[in-house]
């Protein structure tokens, strides 16, 4: 079983959030059986659907589709999300930072999102 770069990336994040052992394990029992599907030449895609009927910010918005995307793959959050603006500077310093693929709106490489969970968390 060969595990690439991003779900290693994605397994660490999801491990620092993580409550418990049992939230691990979970994580990583969803990883080794995404590894171990089948590979049908086609690329796997997470699809989330937000509420278009919500007059909520995008920040809000983006907040949820995280909460999502972990429960999801298994592990819930446990802490609230927070979707703050920041400039490309602050986020590559992070200890985390996402890359777009470059498949849709934005050139490939393109700096999207960081964080520094746990370090930089409220109480």
């Known amino acids: 079983m060969e ?3 991003e779900q290693r990336k994605l397994a660490r994040l999801m491990m620092s959030i993580a ?9 990583l ?9 089948p590979d049908h030449g086609k690329e ?7 509420n278009r009927n ?13 909460h999502a995307a972990l429960t ?12 703050l603006d920041a400039g490309p500077t602050k986020i590559d310093a992070m200890r ?3 890359h777009d693929a470059g498949h849709t709106e934005l ?3 393109t700096l999207t999102a960081g964080t520094n969970w746990p370090e930089d968390s409220e109480p």
């Open 3 to 5: 595990v690439n770069d």
């Open 29 to 37: 029992k969803a990883i080794l059986e995404a590894s171990n599907k």
């Open 19 to 27: 409550e418990d052992q049992e939230d691990v394990d979970a994580f």
């Open 96 to 98: 985390v930072s996402i």
């Open 107 to 109: 050139e490939p490489g």
């Open 72 to 83: 999801a793959f298994g592990v819930h959050p446990g802490v609230k999300v927070i979707v």
């Open 54 to 66: 919500l007059d909520i910010t995008p920040n809000k918005r983006a907040a949820h589709a995280v």
């Open 44 to 50: 796997e895609k997470l699809r989330i659907y937000i």
